[in-house]
């Protein structure tokens, strides 16, 4: 798995990053369109990419790939069973199947005050309690991947901006260890989330257009 599968600009890529490569770009696909068997692709990569980034002393996205793992059991059971609250004009004898949804506008406030407040004490604790040369740079990504991941397991649309936010900040952060073709997949993972965000955004409107059930 540490075997050099090919050079790219000048640094080898192991067979552990391509591989990781692979599952990673799967499971966000299904994401994208709603596809319940990305979670159990996203433990797979999870697994091969803590591996590789704990041997480049990212210990911020081991421990991201950690709770990912962890977390996309809970998210595959919300996306196969959970439910919502019934909604409003929604003629229902209980929760909603678990569907497309919007936070408020304080929730929306909130979640980015969580995740200002959350980057500096992520990279104190990366500071403090491990080597790694680059701890408030990682503390952004992990702070954010974690809320980011949360979102996504419930089916807010606001997972996608903040999803874009973070590997756009990740993508620059593997360059710095070389980790090319891992930065490449997180500049796609930037575009999918746009792909993503636009598609969930008209999920949610179709949704919103039709009419309540047992209504003319």
Not at 73 to 91: D, I, N, S
Not at 116 to 141: E, I, K, M
């Amino acid at each position: 798995m540490l075997q050099a599968a090919f050079t790219l600009l000048g640094t080898s890529v192991t067979w552990l990053e391509v591989i990781a490569f692979g599952f990673a770009l799967a499971c966000v696909l299904c994401t994208v369109y709603e596809v319940h068997w990305g979670w159990p692709l996203l433990v797979a990569s999870s697994a091969l990419y803590g591996w590789l980034f704990y041997l480049n002393r990212l210990y911020g996205d081991v421990a991201v790939q950690v709770y990912f793992a962890l977390s996309s059991l809970w998210g595959w059971w919300e996306w196969l069973y959970g439910r919502r609250p019934a909604q409003p004009g929604h003629e229902s004898s209980g929760p909603d199947r678990l569907a497309i949804a919007r936070l408020s506008g304080r929730g929306r406030a909130r979640t980015l005050v969580l995740w200002l407040a959350a980057w500096p004490l992520a990279g104190a604790a990366l500071a403090r309690f491990t080597d790694t040369d680059v701890a408030y740079f990682n503390g952004f990504s992990t702070a954010g991947s974690f809320i980011a991941q949360a979102l996504m397991g419930l089916k807010y649309i606001e997972c996608w901006p903040m999803w874009i936010a973070v590997d756009l900040g990740s993508a620059v952060l593997y360059a710095t260890k070389s980790l090319w073709l891992t930065s490449l997949l997180s500049l796609i993972f930037a575009a999918l989330a746009g792909i993503g965000w636009k598609r969930w955004q008209g999920q949610r409107s179709a949704a919103s257009a039709q009419p309540a059930s047992g209504t003319a």
